[in-house]
């Protein structure tokens, strides 16, 4: 169950689209809100028709006045979810993207999990390498082409090490993060941005 908060800081009501970003040629109409001043608003994904048949998907907030908003995502797993691991996790949003992340990994081994790299951006293609550092060295593990609004995703089974240290290098800037599952526990956070980051309003 996935749970996304808008909150306006502000002083007069925003209009916010909540973007969908999907895989392959899926293009879910946005969740359209009115956001009060000084007020959060939640919206329970698992009641959203348009996100039934989606496998996963990555979100964009996007105040439609300029004005600023934060956001938020929180994810149970509740007993009795057939094949998942139980637990919550909870991530901020972020509102940078770059041409570089740094993502760490936290023993994958015998965990399940993946990297989650977004392209934001409503023109540009973004070609992104996907390599891991770790004590015996650096490897790339897989090299993609992103399309505008479109998202990838690395599992962690391709990505082997003692604690590696994924490292995302794409030709326009994006968004990168993780999110994991061991025997007891979940999370997921973004990347760090190791490179000269980009407002969204500056993307091309």
């Known amino acids: ?8 800081p502000g002083g007069e009501a925003v209009e916010v689209d909540v973007e969908i970003v999907a895989e392959g040629d899926t293009f879910p109409d946005p969740i359209e809100l009115t956001v009060l001043p000084g007020r959060t608003v939640q919206v329970d994904l698992a009641g959203e028709a348009r996100l039934a048949d989606l496998e996963g998907f990555s979100l964009v907030v996007r105040s439609l006045s300029g004005e600023p908003v934060g956001a938020s995502v929180d994810s149970v797993v509740d007993p009795g979810a057939d ?4 637990g919550a996790a909870s991530s901020t949003g972020v509102d940078v993207a770059a041409n570089r992340w740094l993502v760490p990994i936290e ?31 650096s490897r790339s593990v897989a090299v993609v082409e992103i399309g505008p609004g479109r998202r990838a995703v690395v599992d962690a089974g391709e990505l082997d090490g003692d604690r ?13 993060g993780r999110e994991t599952a061991g025997l ?16 969204f309003a500056d993307l091309p």
């Open 164 to 176: 590696p240290v994924v490292v995302v290098a794409s030709s326009s800037p994006v968004v990168a």
């Open 184 to 199: 007891t526990s979940r999370s997921m956070a973004t990347g760090v941005a190791a490179s000269m980051a980009a407002a």
């Open 1 to 8: 169950r996935d749970v996304v908060s808008v909150t306006n």
């Open 83 to 86: 094949d998942l691991v139980v």
């Open 107 to 137: 023993g994958v081994e015998g965990e399940t999990g993946r990297v989650v790299v977004v392209n934001p951006s409503p023109s540009a293609i973004a070609s992104v390498e996907v390599s891991v550092v770790d004590a015996d060295g």
